[in-house]
């Protein structure tokens, strides 16, 4: 059975850092297109950064309101994906999502994901 864990959300002051990891299980994910969304409360959810099968080495691709400021970056030994996010703001505060897609082809479409994680929360205070 396939699975996603998150961890590593919480509460951090607007201008910090928090990073994320997002732990696959159940295959092998080396060749999938791995992605971060968010929900904000009274959002929908959005896409904010993805990496290609491959991930050491693999292409990425970022939201442009992340752009610089989140780096994301996978390990395919230990099937787990980071997202290492700085410069916090509060606009950032939001449920964050990790999944997988078996095709690397339209990693910023939601659609295009097979595997969904149970969310973790980020919270950006002012």
């Known amino acids: 059975q396939v699975q996603l864990v998150e961890s590593g959300g919480g509460l951090v002051q607007a201008g910090g850092s928090l990073r994320l990891s997002c732990a696959a299980s159940?295959?092998?994910?080396?060749?999938?297109?791995m992605g971060w969304f968010r929900q904000a409360p009274g959002k929908e959810r959005e896409f904010v950064v993805a990496?290609?099968?491959?991930?050491?080495?693999?292409?990425?691709l970022y939201a442009d309101s992340v752009k610089g400021r989140f780096t994301v970056s996978g390990d395919n030994a230990k099937n787990t994906v980071y997202l290492q996010m700085s410069s916090l703001k509060p606009e950032d505060t939001a449920v964050y999502y990790c999944?997988?897609?078996?095709?690397?082809?339209?990693?910023?479409?939601?659609?295009?994901?097979?595997?969904w994680g149970q969310g973790t929360q980020v919270t950006v205070s002012s």
């Open positions: 999944a997988a897609a078996s095709t690397s082809q339209a990693m910023g479409v939601m659609t295009a994901y097979d595997y």
């Open positions: 159940g295959r092998s994910f080396g060749r999938y297109a």
């Open positions: 990496i290609s099968m491959g991930w050491s080495g693999g292409s990425t």
